[in-house]
């Protein structure tokens, strides 16, 4: 039976008018006036907006709850749902909050043809007749908090409501690391250490005593103030800070053993916050050394577990990845005490947002794998600061997703790629497809905190970059004239001029790098030159403020150029010599392995590149010069980043030999013990040896810390020592 169709416009004109409730929510006078806006923008046609206290006409939209949506069941639409109907020649829009805006979009989206595939680039049609077929459209959301952390989706309100996406702002009152918002360690800690983490027998400000009554109460009272201030929010957070090091007192420590988890202590005090304020959900972490459930205690039901998959590997899907069969048995066994969990997922390399990351074969795998089991929403983290790679895609697939995750991905994808890039779509997706199919090849791990800088055995060698450049040649050329296009294809194309830069820094003298021997000396590749020149204007150009999510600028990444140019290649009498790793450094930090340390190219303050690594060990090397010359001068340079635990050493000794087997001592330092410093440094080390200093081997020695430093005592961690160039002279 052929439905019943309306014409809304014909010709540039309408017999309709828009009607709203008298006391219109918020949502329902925004709704009215966006669909009131498309009409007009889709077909000339004028529609005037009225309420429903004004007579009725036969050729109405209803917009909301009004006194004439009698056809609608609102049983059946629950939380931001919304109900689009036709009945004769009226059609209704109407939901559950903002779920009539949603309606609205929804209505505009299916119907009448119109996408916002970005926060500046959408599509309406033009027709000066519109007319719908029968609708009769029901939608619930299926996860009630849905958030894709992404500019787009942040900071343009209309890509929000039109991707049905909920912003943290609106709905949490208090969110992520909390603790020291309650408990403020310059108001307390002086007078009250006992208020804060007991770690390694020492009261220590990274974490709360969860079993301190003062604490409980100082919480309740410090979150019942700021509800009074905003009783509207929904969602507060009482959460871990972002560190390691949870109570080791022996009541928590009780608490922790009986429930067989850090979370023992931790959801005993959450589930107390949480039975003062029945009316709110009261959010805690299961994060790092939290995230393992406890066994025989129960979230209240008002607690919601916000679940962070941070360590997992992003180039397989979770659900399959043997590496995240750890994390698969915590998260089922969290499914088993409540549903009342969001999942805080990643999905952008935070150290590099301009960097190659093909983690798009995973998006839909990882949401189908948590979706299953009925989590309460998600919070999808990316590059919320700045675009990044392919983050407008992302956002876009990410969004559709969480509405309906039922949702065809690669339909998603391809209607993206075919109306963002034109006639350049078919070869943006061959490079997509050629990155992800040389991940999979290589089996490497993808990490959110990742470098592209390790070409070996990767999707990222010199050749195979080529082979991307190559493609992305022609998709420019398929756009040439179409500025606009074009330059969102030079803006996908700047990841891979990034990872050609860092790689240029890692092989630094070598094939590739940023220095090339003209028979004489050492020169600056010219090319080298230009790509970073180029590269940092096409960042300004696009507007990339920042690099990664620690803030590194444009200028502050070709001021490191221009100090590698202006400083050269540490040319030496060691370079390229073999060394030998007398203690095994840590794998974590291995750049080019023992050759980092006499490659001729020195590390900056970035730890993932072109440092060697030693966690909790001592580091002793054998340098071999391969034949007795003089030695006069012996330089190191090691990493200072606190944050990370990566500290001078307390000694370091240099021992010389003629015949690798009888050493004697040449030099020795002793250093003093690290003040605490949030900035990182490089601190080189310069030993002047005696004039008559001659000899074949060069031993190293640095001694660790012995512990981390007591203001940055963690669990289960390591002092870190980072060397880069042994310079000998």
Same mark, same amino acid.
């Given at each position: 039976?052929?439905?019943?169709? +309306?014409?809304?416009?014909?010709?540039?004109?309408?017999?309709?008018? /828009?009607?709203?409730?008298?006391?219109?929510?918020?949502?329902?006078?925004?709704?009215?006036?966006?669909?009131?806006?498309?009409?007009?923008?889709?077909?000339?046609?004028?529609?005037?907006?009225?309420?429903?206290?004004?007579?009725?006409?036969?050729?109405?939209?209803?917009?909301?709850?009004?006194?004439?949506?009698?056809?609608?069941?609102?049983?059946?639409?629950?939380?931001?749902?919304?109900? /689009?109907?036709?009945?004769?020649?009226?059609?209704?829009?109407?939901?559950?909050?903002?779920?009539?805006?949603?309606?609205?979009?929804?209505?505009?989206?299916?119907?009448? %043809?119109?996408?916002?595939?970005?926060?500046?680039?959408?599509?309406?049609?033009?027709?000066?007749?519109?007319?719908?077929?029968?609708?009769?459209?029901?939608?619930?959301?299926?996860?009630?908090?849905?958030?894709?952390?992404?500019?787009?989706?942040?900071?343009?309100?209309?890509?929000?409501? #039109?991707?049905?996406?909920?912003?943290?702002?609106?709905?949490?009152?208090?969110?992520?690391?909390?603790?020291?918002?309650?408990?403020?360690?310059?108001?307390?800690?002086?007078?009250?250490?006992?208020?804060?983490?007991?770690?390694?027998?020492?009261?220590?400000?990274?974490?709360?005593?969860?079993?301190?009554?003062?604490?409980?109460?100082?919480?309740?009272?410090?979150?019942?103030?700021?509800?009074?201030?905003?009783? @509207?929010?929904?969602?507060?957070?009482?959460?871990?800070?972002?560190?390691?090091?949870?109570?080791?007192?022996?009541?928590?420590?009780?608490?922790?053993?009986?429930?067989?988890?850090?979370?023992?202590?931790?959801?005993?005090?959450?589930?107390?916050?949480?039975?003062?304020?029945?009316?709110?959900?009261?959010?805690?972490?299961?994060?790092?050394?939290?995230?393992?459930?406890?066994?025989?205690?129960?979230?209240?039901?008002?607690?919601?577990?916000?679940?962070?998959?941070?360590?997992?590997?992003?180039? &397989?899907?979770?659900?399959?990845?043997?590496?995240?069969?750890?994390?698969?048995?915590?998260?089922?066994?969290?499914?088993?005490?409540?549903?009342?969990?969001?999942?805080?997922?990643?999905?952008?390399?935070?150290?590099?947002?301009?960097?190659?990351?093909?983690?798009?074969?995973?998006?839909?795998?990882?949401?189908?794998?948590?979706?299953?089991?009925?989590?309460?929403?998600?919070?999808?983290?990316?590059?919320?600061?700045?675009?990044?790679?392919?983050?407008?895609?992302?956002?876009?697939?990410?969004?559709?997703?969480?509405?309906?995750?039922?949702?065809?991905?690669? &339909?998603?994808?391809?209607?993206?790629?075919?109306?963002?890039?034109?006639?350049?779509?078919?070869?943006?997706?061959?490079?997509?497809?050629?990155?992800?199919?040389?991940?999979?090849?290589?089996?490497?791990?993808?990490?959110?905190?990742?470098?592209?800088? =390790?070409?070996?055995?990767?999707?990222?060698?010199?050749?195979?970059?080529?082979?991307?450049?190559?493609?992305?040649?022609?998709?420019?050329?398929?756009?040439?004239?179409?500025?606009?296009?074009?330059?969102?294809?030079?803006?996908?194309?700047?990841?891979?001029?990034?990872?050609?830069?860092?790689?240029?820094?890692?092989?630094?003298?070598?094939?590739?790098?940023?220095?090339?021997?003209?028979?004489?000396?050492?020169?600056?590749?010219?090319? $080298?030159?230009?790509? &970073?020149?180029?590269?940092?204007?096409?960042?300004?150009?696009?507007?990339?403020?920042?690099?990664?999510?620690? %803030?590194? @600028?444009?200028?502050?990444?070709?001021?490191?150029?221009?100090?590698?140019?202006?400083?050269?290649?540490? $040319?030496?009498?060691?370079?390229?010599?073999?060394?030998?790793?007398?203690?095994?450094?840590?794998?974590?930090?291995?750049?080019?392995?023992?050759?980092?340390?006499?490659?001729?190219?020195?590390?900056?303050?970035?730890?993932?590149?072109?440092?060697?690594? #030693?966690?909790?060990?001592?580091?002793?090397?054998? =340098?071999?010069?391969?034949?007795?010359?003089?030695?006069?001068?012996?330089? +190191?340079?090691?990493?200072?980043?606190?944050?990370?635990?990566?500290?001078?050493?307390?000694?370091?000794?240099?021992?010389?030999?003629?015949? %690798?087997?009888?050493?004697?001592?040449?030099?020795?330092?002793?250093?003093?013990?690290?003040?605490?410093?949030?900035?990182?440094? +490089?601190?080189?080390? =310069?030993?002047?040896?005696?004039?008559?200093?001659?000899?074949?081997?060069?031993?190293?020695?640095?001694?660790?810390?012995?512990?981390?430093?007591?203001?940055?005592?963690?669990?289960?961690?390591?002092?870190?020592?980072?060397?880069?160039?042994?310079?000998?002279?």
């Amino acid at each position: 039976m052929q439905g019943f169709a +309306i014409t809304l416009v014909r010709e540039s004109k309408s017999d309709y008018s /828009i009607v709203r409730p008298a006391n219109s929510t918020v949502a329902e006078i925004k709704a009215a006036e966006v669909l009131q806006n498309y009409l007009y923008q889709i077909s000339g046609a004028k529609i005037v907006v009225i309420t429903d206290v004004q007579p009725q006409s036969g050729f109405e939209i209803l917009i909301g709850d009004t006194n004439r949506s009698a056809q609608i069941n609102y049983a059946k639409i629950l939380n931001e749902g919304f109900h /689009i109907k036709t009945h004769k020649n009226k059609l209704t829009i109407t939901g559950k909050g903002r779920g009539v805006l949603y309606g609205v979009y929804s209505f505009l989206e299916e119907y009448l %043809g119109c996408r916002k595939y970005t926060a500046t680039f959408k599509v309406i049609p033009s027709s000066s007749t519109i007319t719908i077929p029968e609708i009769n459209n029901t939608q619930n959301p299926r996860l009630n908090f849905r958030s894709v952390y992404f500019k787009d989706s942040e900071t343009d309100q209309e890509y929000l409501d #039109w991707h049905k996406l909920n912003r943290i702002d609106d709905k949490w009152g208090l969110w992520g690391h909390t603790f020291f918002k309650f408990l403020p360690v310059k108001r307390y800690f002086t007078e009250h250490p006992e208020y804060y983490s007991l770690v390694d027998g020492v009261r220590t400000p990274m974490q709360l005593c969860l079993t301190n009554s003062q604490v409980l109460k100082i919480v309740i009272e410090d979150l019942g103030a700021r509800i009074k201030e905003e009783p @509207t929010f929904i969602y507060w957070s009482v959460s871990q800070n972002d560190e390691s090091g949870g109570c080791e007192c022996e009541n928590c420590t009780a608490l922790n053993d009986k429930y067989h988890s850090s979370q023992g202590s931790l959801l005993t005090f959450v589930n107390k916050v949480a039975s003062n304020f029945p009316d709110k959900i009261i959010s805690t972490l299961a994060y790092t050394y939290t995230r393992k459930p406890p066994e025989g205690l129960k979230p209240l039901k008002n607690v919601n577990i916000l679940l962070s998959d941070i360590e997992i590997n992003r180039s &397989t899907p979770i659900g399959i990845d043997p590496r995240a069969s750890t994390f698969r048995k915590d998260f089922e066994n969290w499914q088993k005490l409540t549903n009342n969990i969001i999942i805080w997922d990643y999905v952008a390399q935070f150290t590099n947002y301009i960097s190659p990351f093909p983690n798009l074969h995973t998006l839909k795998p990882n949401l189908d794998y948590f979706i299953k089991n009925m989590p309460e929403g998600f919070f999808i983290q990316g590059s919320v600061e700045v675009a990044s790679e392919f983050s407008e895609l992302r956002t876009y697939i990410l969004s559709k997703l969480l509405w309906n995750p039922k949702a065809n991905e690669k &339909t998603l994808r391809d209607e993206f790629l075919n109306a963002y890039y034109g006639k350049a779509a078919g070869y943006i997706q061959d490079y997509i497809n050629l990155l992800h199919a040389n991940l999979q090849k290589s089996g490497r791990r993808l990490d959110i905190y990742d470098n592209p800088i =390790i070409p070996y055995k990767t999707y990222l060698t010199p050749k195979l970059i080529d082979e991307y450049s190559a493609i992305l040649d022609k998709a420019s050329d398929a756009v040439e004239g179409n500025q606009v296009i074009l330059n969102r294809v030079l803006f996908a194309r700047l990841p891979l001029d990034f990872a050609v830069l860092q790689q240029a820094r890692f092989y630094g003298i070598e094939q590739h790098g940023v220095f090339a021997f003209n028979g004489n000396e050492w020169i600056l590749r010219p090319e $080298i030159k230009r790509k &970073t020149e180029r590269f940092v204007n096409m960042l300004k150009q696009f507007s990339i403020s920042q690099l990664n999510e620690n %803030g590194l @600028t444009p200028d502050e990444y070709e001021a490191e150029w221009n100090t590698l140019f202006r400083e050269g290649p540490k $040319i030496h009498k060691a370079v390229n010599r073999p060394v030998t790793l007398l203690t095994d450094n840590d794998d974590e930090f291995i750049g080019k392995g023992a050759r980092t340390l006499v490659d001729g190219t020195a590390g900056n303050n970035d730890f993932q590149y072109n440092w060697l690594g #030693w966690a909790g060990n001592n580091m002793e090397v054998v =340098i071999d010069l391969q034949a007795i010359i003089n030695v006069s001068k012996v330089e +190191i340079s090691f990493l200072e980043n606190h944050r990370h635990n990566m500290f001078i050493p307390l000694e370091v000794k240099i021992e010389v030999s003629k015949d %690798g087997e009888d050493y004697k001592e040449a030099a020795f330092i002793s250093n003093p013990p690290p003040v605490e410093n949030s900035i990182p440094s +490089i601190k080189a080390i =310069i030993f002047k040896l005696n004039k008559r200093t001659d000899a074949r081997y060069i031993k190293v020695s640095a001694i660790n810390q012995k512990e981390l430093p007591q203001w940055r005592k963690r669990k289960n961690r390591k002092p870190w020592i980072l060397t880069d160039e042994i310079i000998i002279k």
